[in-house]
T-cell receptor
Framework: AQKITQTQPGMFVQEKEAVTLDCTYD???????LFWYKQPSSGEMIFLIY??????QNATEGRYSLNFQKARKSANLVISASQLGDSAMYFC?????????????FGTGTRLLVSP | GAVVSQHPSWVICKSGTSVKIECRSL??????MFWYRQFPKQSLMLMAT?????????EQGVEKDKFLINHASLTLSTLTVTSAHPEDSSFYIC???????????????????FGPGTRLTVT
């Protein structure tokens, strides 16, 4: 079974609008962490935001916020006021504490295109 | 944030030869490093986890004799693709973390710092 599911292969948004990228996860662990990374065409992985399973508040980092719904096992990324430079691949990832080594499991990614 | 470098950034080699890729943590000691492979338009797939001074732990389906990993120091891990074939052409990315694993219930997140990646093309 997929641990991380990103159902949107591609998303389009106009500059200055907000966009939500979906992510659902599957785990039986009580303790886990959820991450979002941005991968521009250069290939580097850029950390955006982190949510721990015990965090009661949704994580926010500047224009990025994570809509964490634990009961639904979803961790959607919201990008407000989109910019042209936001065009990239976005990956949701999960770390389960029972793996010991902090392995990250990635979703298949969503390609975001921001138009002027 | 912490910096991880990879060398080379891209490499072209002939089928049957071996290629070594280096991953260095520049400003912190990495107790654990991870090696990922990413095929075009696909996600990152973890190949192996390496801890300084011990043997790497390979993911299911990854040939340990083909992808040799050495984590000889707290700042350097190497991945050697032995007898490379065209199907090994891919983007290889390393990541590193330092310090003790912290519980998700509290404390900082022990973020993984990714290198810029190495694009391998085998002809």
């Amino acid at each position: 079974a997929q641990k991380i599911t990103q159902t949107q292969p591609g998303m389009f948004v106009q500059e200055k609008e907000a966009v939500t990228l979906d992510c659902t996860y599957d785990t039986s662990d009580q303790s886990y962490g959820l991450f979002w990374y941005k991968q521009p065409s250069s290939g580097e992985m850029i950390f955006l935001i982190y949510q721990g399973s015990y965090d009661e508040q949704n994580a926010t980092e500047g224009r990025y916020s994570l809509n964490f719904q634990k009961a639904r096992k979803s961790a959607n990324l919201v990008i407000s006021a989109s910019q042209l430079g936001d065009s990239a691949m976005y990956f949701c990832a999960m770390r389960e504490m029972n793996t010991g080594f902090q392995k990250l499991v990635f979703g298949t990614g969503t390609r975001l295109l921001v138009s002027p | 944030g912490a910096v991880v470098s990879q060398h080379p950034s891209w490499v072209i080699c002939k089928s049957g030869t071996s290629v070594k890729i280096e991953c260095r943590s520049l400003d912190f000691q990495a107790t654990t490093m991870f090696w990922y492979r990413q095929f075009p338009k696909q996600s990152l797939m973890l190949m192996a986890t390496s801890n300084e001074g011990s043997k790497a732990t390979y993911e299911q389906g990854v040939e340990k004799d083909k992808f040799l990993i050495n984590h000889a120091s707290l700042t350097l891990s190497t991945l050697t693709v032995t007898s490379a074939h065209p199907e090994d052409s891919s983007f290889y990315i390393c990541s590193a973390i330092g310090g003790r694993v912290k519980d998700e219930a509290g404390g900082p997140s022990n973020e993984q710092y990714f290198g810029p990646g190495t694009r391998l093309t085998v002809t």
